[in-house]
């Protein structure tokens, strides 16, 4: 509210509230790089259109008269009180964001992420780290202090590499394991393949990885092995632009884990991060194999149907993020809110028999951009929901104050919502309050 009676008196807002406003200010700000990578999706975009256009097809019905005098928008998720049904979504790469047109240094690493780490912990929403983070999140961890986190994983091929984040990911106080299931390979990201290159091979994309002390090993090794093998060096498989961007972080950071970055470690680093990166031959049943390696719980990110919804259940899974990564894996994908419902339908035909199991949260990603936006995914049955891009152009625009206002706009929105559609206690939302 104070944020509406700011606007009464005449101040402006630190960032837009439009969500268009909002992405256009941040466009003129970022790089053509930042902003293709951050703005961008797959192939034609439909899918990034889709995911926000379904928005529209779904309507509230506001109520009168209902006493909404004192309204509530917290909740609880994996046993956690959380202040609202919202978490930040784990962007990688972050770095580039923050890197302006104007006055920006190239590779000038770690302001992106404590930023974040600054904003979340201040309005005490989760934040879920990225794989792919530009700070090692031991970094992003101790900024939090005891600010709720997760930790989103990508699922190296390479075992050691796993467990190794999993439990650094404890170590760093993370509540959960977020599995990301939906980029075991790259979509075709149009906008990024037209500059030339693959953003998260930068260094903006790979500090987690060289601050793993098994991802150093395997680097060494490589380096060793080249060091050993023929005069004649391999192919070159980075781009020059990936490995100018790790020796330039390399200048830039303060810390000793780049400080001393040569040339040959730098390729080495990019070339093992591309052949570790991932792993396509991952079924449901190695679910299996991570559930023992960790007490945390298993929330896996990237369900759209719901027969995913069942497998991970039975594969152990403790909460379902449905998301299809805001468009930029699969063009020509079904909205992402339109495969919300039914995925909640699943789980709770599943779990609701038995009224002694835990509550399988259910989460969703992919279009959010407003208020009433989130209030519009709970009513179809979210248990909340995490922000993406529109946190992302905050920090572009105005660092964690950006983060910040973008947060607390949604939040100011979803609190009108349910007082204009008749709601005051934000768990009460549901399919009763749209127009089905
Ligand atoms: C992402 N997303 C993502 N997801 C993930 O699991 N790990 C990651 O490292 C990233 N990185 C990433 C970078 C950028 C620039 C974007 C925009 C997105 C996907 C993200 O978590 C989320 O699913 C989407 O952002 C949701 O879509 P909207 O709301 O941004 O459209």
């Not at 992405?23 to 990034?48: E, F, H, I, N, P």
Request: charged residues 20%; neutral net charge.
């Amino acid at each position: 509210s104070s944020i509406y009676r700011d606007g009464v008196y005449g101040h402006r807002p630190t960032v837009p509230t439009s969500p268009d406003a909002l992405a256009t200010a941040a466009r003129r700000r970022m790089t053509r790089a930042g902003w293709s990578y951050v703005a961008g999706g797959a192939g034609a975009q439909r899918t990034v259109d889709a995911n926000r256009e379904a928005f529209g097809r779904y309507r509230t019905v506001p109520r009168q008269l209902v006493d909404v005098g004192e309204r509530s928008l917290a909740t609880t998720l994996l046993g956690r009180d959380l202040p609202a049904p919202v978490l930040f979504a784990p962007v990688g790469a972050l770095e580039l964001a923050v890197q302006h047109r104007r006055g920006g240094r190239a590779a000038a690493p770690r302001h992106a992420e404590p930023a974040l780490a600054h904003a979340a912990r201040g309005l005490g929403l989760p934040v879920v780290i990225s794989s792919q983070a530009s700070t090692p999140m031991e970094e992003t961890a101790a900024i939090l202090g005891d600010g709720p986190r997760w930790f989103q994983l990508y699922w190296s091929s390479d075992d050691a590499l796993v467990e190794s984040f999993v439990a650094r990911a404890e170590a760093s106080g993370c509540e959960a394991i977020v599995v990301t299931l939906d980029t075991h390979v790259l979509g075709w990201r149009t906008m990024d393949l037209d500059l030339g290159y693959l953003p998260f091979a930068r260094a903006e994309g790979i500090a987690q990885y060289l601050s793993d002390p098994v991802f150093q090993q395997l680097v060494e090794a490589r380096v060793g092995a080249a060091a050993s093998s023929s005069p004649r060096p391999a192919p070159a498989r980075p781009t020059v632009a990936a490995v100018r961007s790790l020796l330039s972080m390399a200048r830039h950071h303060p810390g000793p884990t780049l400080r001393n970055l040569t040339q040959p470690y730098a390729r080495a680093a990019v070339e093992t991060f591309l052949d570790v990166f991932s792993r396509s031959t991952l079924t449901w049943a190695d679910l299996a194999w991570l559930r023992e390696r960790t007490t945390l719980p298993l929330v896996v990110k990237g369900v759209q149907h719901p027969d995913d919804a069942r497998a991970a259940l039975d594969h152990g899974a403790d909460g379902i993020i449905v998301s299809n990564h805001g468009g930029r894996q699969i063009d020509n994908a079904v909205a992402s809110l339109d495969t919300l419902a039914p995925v909640v339908d699943a789980v709770r035909a599943r779990t609701g028999t038995d009224p002694a199991a835990p509550p399988v949260p259910v989460l969703f990603d992919s279009g959010i951009r407003t208020g009433a936006d989130v209030f519009t995914a709970l009513a179809l049955g979210a248990d909340a929901v995490l922000l993406g891009r529109p946190w992302v152009y905050g920090l572009a625009l105005a660092g964690a104050d950006g983060v910040r206002a973008v947060t607390e706009h949604v939040l100011a929105e979803l609190d009108l919502t349910m007082a204009l559609a008749g709601v005051a206690d934000v768990r009460q939302v549901g399919r009763h309050n749209l127009a089905l």
